[in-house]
């Protein structure tokens, strides 16, 4: 399926899941399970945490599918996003049980449209990644990875708060400079 026919396809699941039909909500789950699972296991690391979250994020969907707006953009982007909340904020949740373990790695993200774009993608990132500032690239990924907030990632780091945000900053402008 081409991605703008599984876009306008998911855009009309969502506008009949707002309207409480649960065969949409079936067909929108098919359509989309494999893409949030991949966003959140990148962003979990384990398979049995990322299928609990999932499940909490198609609920989340569900509740929320009449806050779609298909004037707004993709719905893969709104999909994403409420996958990629969950997953940070069940992080927060273990991360207050115990601790979540840092790793420099960039997780594989799940693209059901085109995994040869998908690889060549993550190979691209990758590369960027490695060419930043070692600080810069770890608070990088502890943000966007990990959920860490800019308070959290001070206090692992052990930098003051205005540091983290900066290096936050620099990072993703060096990462969009060297797109262009």
């Known amino acids: 399926m081409a991605a703008t026919e599984q876009c306008r396809q998911l855009a009309q699941l969502l506008a009949a899941c707002a309207e409480g039909d649960r065969a949409a909500f079936r067909r929108f789950y ?8 991949g966003v959140i ?9 990322a299928k ?3 499940q909490e994020a198609f609920v989340r969907m569900w509740k929320r599918a009449h806050q779609y707006r298909p004037e707004s953009g993709n719905p893969l982007s709104w999909i994403g996003t409420i996958a990629r909340n969950c997953a940070i904020d069940r992080l927060r949740s273990e991360r ?21 774009s998908h690889t060549l ?19 990088l990924m502890l943000c966007y990875f990990q959920g ?6 001070a206090s692992v780091m052990d930098i003051p708060v205005g540091t983290a945000k900066s290096w936050v900053r620099r990072g993703l402008a060096a990462l969009r400079e060297a797109m262009e």
């Open 41 to 49: 296991l990148a962003i979990m690391r384990d398979h049995d945490l």
């Open 30 to 37: 098919d359509l989309s399970a494999r893409y949030v699972y």
């Open 96 to 116: 207050t049980r115990g601790f979540v373990e840092f790793t420099d790695d960039v997780p594989e993200l799940s693209d059901p449209v085109d995994p040869a």
């Open 121 to 139: 993608d993550s190979l691209v990132i990758r590369r960027l990644l490695a060419d930043l500032r070692p600080d810069h690239r770890k608070a």
């Open 52 to 54: 609990e979250v999932a």
């Open 148 to 153: 860490y907030t800019y308070i959290e990632l």
